[in-house]
Nanobody, 124 residues
Framework: QVQLVESGGGLVQAGGSLRLSCAAS????????MGWFRQAPGKEREFVAA????????NYADSVKGRFTISRDNAKNTVYLQMNTLKPEDTAVYYC?????????????????WGQGTQVTVSS
């Protein structure tokens, strides 16, 4: 049974930082592209960042470029999202997702497995 379990969310003031983690089990983690998505109330789920299976390629949404960093540790079956200089508009539920595709993809319908999400709230 595949499980993706996010952690690290919380309440932070604008300008602060959080580090999200996503621990994967039940799948050959090193074969999967891993992504982070987020969904704010009343909005569609949107792409945030993704990292290739080897970690040598990353991509980011324009809204987080330069502030967020995605990384992975294949030995620990874990992907991370370091979020700096947080803004109130970053408030959302953040989800990690796994995609068996070989290229980085941006549509949430293209990912095979999802975590349950972790809430990030940024106060102004």
């Amino acid at each position: 049974q595949v499980q993706l379990v996010e952690s690290g969310g919380g309440l932070v003031q604008a300008g602060g930082s959080l580090r999200l983690s996503c621990a994967a089990s039940g799948l050959p983690f090193r074969l999967y592209t891993m992504g982070w998505f987020r969904q704010a109330p009343g909005k569609e789920r949107e792409f945030v960042a993704a990292i290739s299976w080897s970690g040598d390629r990353t991509n980011y949404a324009d809204s987080v470029k330069g502030r967020f960093t995605i990384s992975r540790d294949n030995a620990k079956n874990t992907v991370y999202l370091q979020m700096n200089t947080l803004k109130p508009e970053d408030t959302a539920v953040y989800y990690c997702a796994a995609d068996l595709g070989t290229s980085i993809r941006y549509g949430y319908g293209e990912y095979d497995y999802w975590g349950q999400g972790t809430q990030v709230t940024v106060s102004s």
